[in-house]
């Protein structure tokens, strides 16, 4: 089933990188988790993969959805478990920065959501069986060529995160200061949905998004302005007069149906940091 467009609200989003992030490229070296891939040929330019992009900006918000149905027990925040993926929360790391790591199953639901009683990710960001309403396009940079650089470093084992037997590897990585300009679609989204996409784009330098955060490996940084919010409602709109929204209105949508101010979460997630031992413990199982 379809509804009606409505309104389309696009939000252009130019992601800067702050330091050498590293590209994903399939070609074996190990790197699966960046957001930055070279598709296509090899003297093409690395774009930011709007998929990865997705998933990123969906598993922290099943985690901060998570926050809030431990703190309200309010049903409406419970993010459902797909059977192909597990569901990331905020964690602090040894240095500091904050990763995402599997939340435990008791503040989940115990399987995959409904069609007619979407949990508020799949609303968003879609099913199986129902399309999502955010459409994250690559994100492209603008030179005509990014000169890459290559960084040869020890592997470091994943697990221990001690050096691997000593083995060089070498990554290509983009270095900081090249802006990619990128573009994130929303189809009739309800006015907390885009407050929700636009606050979580700008944590991204909160998060581990590069690959190889061990090895000093960079973050992408995002700031939408108003004038980066572009609003189009069509004649089936039921409020076609409707005055237009600033980032401010869709960010106070946001606070009013998570049941925080921004501030708030993040202080949440810092308090929930010191548990993460436990909680990982948890997670052995799954
Ligand atoms: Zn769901």
């Known amino acids: 089933m379809f509804e009606a467009l409505k309104e389309i609200v696009t939000i252009y989003a130019n992601y800067t990188t702050m330091g050498n992030l590293t590209i994903a490229t399939g070609r074996g070296d190990g790197i699966r988790d960046s957001l930055v891939i070279r598709s296509g040929r090899e003297d093409s330019n690395p774009v930011i993969s709007g998929s990865s992009l997705k998933g990123m900006i969906r598993s922290t918000l099943e985690a901060i959805f998570t926050e809030a149905y431990k703190r309200s027990r309010d049903n409406k925040f419970k993010v459902c478990v797909p059977s192909t993926c597990y569901r990331k929360k905020l964690v602090e790391g040894e240095d500091g ?22 949990c508020p990710a799949c609303r968003m960001f879609g099913m199986t069986q129902q399309a999502g309403r955010v459409i994250f396009h690559d994100a492209r940079a603008k030179e005509e060529y990014i000169q890459t650089i290559d960084r040869t470093h020890v592997a470091i084992a994943r697990d221990t995160k001690t050096a691997a037997g000593g083995a060089l590897v070498t990554t290509e990585t983009v270095p900081a200061d090249v802006t990619f300009y990128g573009r994130i679609d929303l189809i009739n989204p309800e006015p907390w949905m885009m407050g929700a996409v636009i606050s979580t784009l700008e944590l991204l330098p909160f998060l581990g998004v590069g690959a190889k955060k061990t090895s000093g490996y960079g973050d992408l940084k995002v700031k939408i302005g108003d004038e980066d919010i572009k609003r189009v409602i069509t004649w089936r709109s039921d409020s076609p007069e409707a005055e237009p929204r ?13 049941g925080a101010d921004f501030a708030t979460l993040e202080e949440l997630f810092k308090t929930e940091m010191t548990s993460s031992e436990e909680e990982s413990k948890d997670n052995e199982g799954e």
């Open 97 to 118: 920065r904050r990763y995402l790591q599997n939340i435990p199953v008791s503040d989940r639901l115990e399987e995959s959501c409904d069609v007619n009683n979407l």
């Open 246 to 258: 600033t980032k401010q209105d869709y960010i106070t949508a946001w606070e009013q149906f998570i």
